[in-house]
Each structure stands twice: as structure tokens, then as C-alpha cells.
T-cell receptor, first 114, second 111 residues
Framework: DTGVSQDPRHKITKRGQNVTFRCDPI?????LYWYRQTLGQGPEFLTY????????KSRLLSDRFSAERPKGSFSTLEIQRTEQGDSAMYLC????????????FGSGTRLTVV | EDQVTQSPEALRLQEGESSSLNCSYT??????LFWYRQDPGKGPEFLFT???AGEEKEKERLKATLTKKESFLHITAPKPEDSATYLC????????????FGTGTRLQVFP
């Protein structure tokens, strides 16, 4: 197991385009999280899944953002009609949903909207 | 509103010069406090979880402690490879599973 994998590592897009990111969690982890991090700030929570169910969404997740985890394995985060303010690092994390376990983060997808 | 504050924002140390980073929090119902290390362009790397006041955990040159209002990350005899941003996060409340992060402390250790 190589940890949490995110693809792509970098994405440059023009304002108004749609983008989609993928996250592959650690295989035995049933919970998957999306966070967004801007320069000089800590990660901010966006949403999380337990298996395929999306259990919590942040106010930050506007109607232009949608996340899915169709079979309880990998997840996708889509941003429609991107804006310059969407430029950030998008981080995925996973963990076991029961007991005291730490969250394992991926290396992130760096989005630049030009 | 739940809040996490880290200090200092940046810290420069000479190799071997021990110091501490602070994480103060105001939350309702702390379930866990987490310390992460983050290198530039990478995701956070898990270091410690603390669950109750008085708890301490150690790993190599790092030691994390927890009180009812704050946590400290003590770095003993740091080396240049300890240079990174150290993030503190809390898991609070019983109807949410999100982490609330501080803005981090940027540590630079010079040889």
C-alpha cells in the first residue's frame, strides 16, 4: 500500500473551465476527506464520506463544487466554472472510521486558475 | 466558534537549540488534538494524536503535550532536516468528523 494517492499533482486551467481531481485512499480506510489549503494557511475542511455516503459538507463547498465516491473506494472532486479564488492546494485524506486513528493525507493537487 | 491559534508564526533556530511551538484552542468538546509536519508542496504528515489533558507523546526529537487549553510541541536538539511547517488541528464536537487547523509554525533550523 502506497498511501493516499491524488491525481493530477498540478492543474492549470482557464477561468470558467471545469476541472476534476481524483483521490485513491488507503484501501482499508472507509472514511475519505477533502480539504483545501491556500498559501500560508492551514487546510480547510470541504467534505467527507463514509464509504459511498457523503456525511458532511462545509459552507465553503459552494454549488460549483461537487464530490462523489461512487463505490466507496476512490473519490472525485469537481469544480465547475472555475474562478481565480479557487486557486489552492486540494488535499485528500483517509482513515478508519472507528477507533482512534490519525488522518493520512495525500500529496495534494495544486490548482492554478488563470 | 471553534478556533485554533498557533504561535509563533515563524521560528529560526540554530542546530541543537531546543524550543517549543504552541497551539492554543477554544473548542466545545475536544475529541482529539493532532500534530502534523508539512514540507513545501507536500501534504501534511501525521506526527501525534493527543486525547486528554496531561497526555504526552514522543517521537525522536519531538515531544507533544496537552493541557485543557493548549498543546506544546517541544523540539529537542533540532537538526536542519526538522525544518518544515508544523500544523496543529483539533477534532471537536460529536456531530462532525472534520479537523480544524491552525495556520502553522514555519520552523527553520540552520547548521
Amino acid at each position: 500500500d502506497t498511501g493516499v494517492s491524488q491525481d493530477p499533482r498540478h492543474k492549470i486551467t482557464k477561468r470558467g473551465q471545469n476541472v476534476t481531481f481524483r483521490c485513491d485512499p488507503i484501501s482499508e480506510h472507509n472514511r475519505l476527506y477533502w480539504y483545501r489549503q491556500t498559501l500560508g494557511q492551514g487546510p480547510e475542511f470541504l467534505t467527507y464520506f463514509q464509504n459511498e455516503a457523503q456525511l458532511e459538507k462545509s459552507r465553503l463547498l459552494s454549488d460549483r463544487f461537487s464530490a462523489e465516491r461512487p463505490k466507496g473506494s476512490f473519490s472525485t472532486l469537481e469544480i465547475q466554472r472555475t474562478e481565480q479564488g479557487d486557486s489552492a492546494m486540494y488535499l485528500c485524506a483517509s482513515r478508519h472510521g472507528t477507533g482512534h486513528y490519525g488522518y493520512t493525507f495525500g500529496s495534494g493537487t495544486r490548482l492554478t486558475v488563470v | 466558534e471553534d478556533q485554533v491559534t498557533q504561535s509563533p508564526e515563524a521560528l529560526r533556530l540554530q542546530e541543537g537549540e531546543s524550543s517549543s511551538l504552541n497551539c492554543s484552542y477554544t473548542v466545545s468538546g475536544l475529541r482529539g488534538l493532532f500534530w502534523y509536519r508539512q514540507d513545501p508542496g507536500k501534504g501534511p504528515e501525521f506526527l501525534f494524536t493527543l486525547y486528554s489533558a496531561g497526555e504526552e507523546k514522543e517521537k525522536e526529537r519531538l515531544k507533544a503535550t496537552l493541557t485543557k487549553k493548549e498543546s506544546f510541541l517541544h523540539i529537542t536538539a533540532p537538526k536542519p532536516e526538522d525544518s518544515a511547517t508544523y500544523l496543529c488541528a483539533v477534532q471537536a464536537g460529536y456531530n462532525t468528523d472534520k479537523l480544524i487547523f491552525g495556520t502553522g509554525t514555519r520552523l527553520q533550523v540552520f547548521p
